[in-house]
């Protein structure tokens, strides 16, 4: 299966600067191309600007994606630092509603398959694809947790 790169996001999106600057292309093998699926799949379908690091255009948003483990002062199961998640910012939208929709869809429409953990009490849109047993149904099977 050939590697899978975001239609709708640049790498620099995804990575720290420093990251970026040392391995440039290569990063791309850092993610889970579910995790690179899904955040094309939200984008699309919400149809509204999706931020997530912001540095490459003078912002500060560097460490919303990919997070490597001199990010955490202490031991970490993020799922940040193995590719598989994604703190999104949806231009024009609440989290809780982005949240709610999601969960929705899931449930009734098959979307956002490959969703496994989903932050709840925050103010952005934490998704991620662990390979969980944790959903609910109510969440349609989607794992929520709060930080």
Not at 9 to 19: D, G, N, S, T
Not at 24 to 46: H, K, P, Q, V
Not at 78 to 102: K, P
Request: include cysteine.
């Amino acid at each position: 299966m050939p590697q899978y790169k975001c239609l709708n996001f640049k790498l620099e999106e995804l990575v720290p600067r420093e990251l970026f600057a040392k391995y440039g292309t290569a990063c791309w093998e850092l993610f889970d191309s579910n995790a690179l699926r899904t955040i094309d799949e939200l984008r699309e379908y919400f149809g509204v600007s999706v931020t997530i690091n912001n540095w490459v255009w003078g912002g500060k948003l560097e460490n919303c994606g990919f997070r490597t483990p001199d990010y955490y002062k202490e031991f970490s199961r993020s799922q940040h630092l193995y590719g598989r998640a994604f703190d999104l910012h949806f231009a024009g939208m609440s989290a809780e509603d982005v949240r709610q929709e999601i969960v929705y869809r899931r449930k009734f429409a098959n979307k956002f398959i490959h969703i496994g953990g989903m932050e709840l009490d925050v103010d952005w849109v934490h998704i991620d694809t662990r390979n969980t047993d944790k959903g609910r149904p109510e969440s349609g099977g989607i794992f929520l947790f709060k930080p």
